[in-house]
């Protein structure tokens, strides 16, 4: 009877930690074709950050404290978005990277059976 290798058996947290953190830097950096991805996926989105800002800055000076209020709830949306996305990335990444360990072990040892 075959025993099904299960990818936990060799790799734990510990070591995916390691190993994300150590490809961390390289998946941020955009390449020329990110770039141009990135453009293609936003043109029918047009409105920025800075357009947002401009939006909020213009309004009468009588909102002096909702500009101030609104700039505040803004930048802890933004932040709360990216800690939610960094924590997206990281999971999605360490789950394809044993998907792909899994699959290759499942391939050795289909290998191995014939």
Known sequence: MNKKIK???FIDNSLLDTIYRER?????????????????????????????LVAIK????????????????????????CCLNA????????NGFCDGVQLILEILKFENNI
């Not at 924590?87 to 360490?94: G, P, Q």
């Open 58 to 81: 213009n309004l009468p000076p009588h909102f002096n404290n909702t500009r101030e209020f609104i700039l505040e709830r803004l930048e802890g949306y933004i932040e709360r978005q």
């Open 87 to 94: 924590y997206d990335n990281e999971r999605f990444y360490k």
């Open 7 to 9: 990818i936990t058996d």
């Open 24 to 52: 961390e830097d390289s998946l941020y950096q955009h390449t020329k074709i990110d770039n141009e991805n990135i453009i293609e996926l936003t043109k029918n989105l047009p409105i920025t950050y800075e357009d947002l």
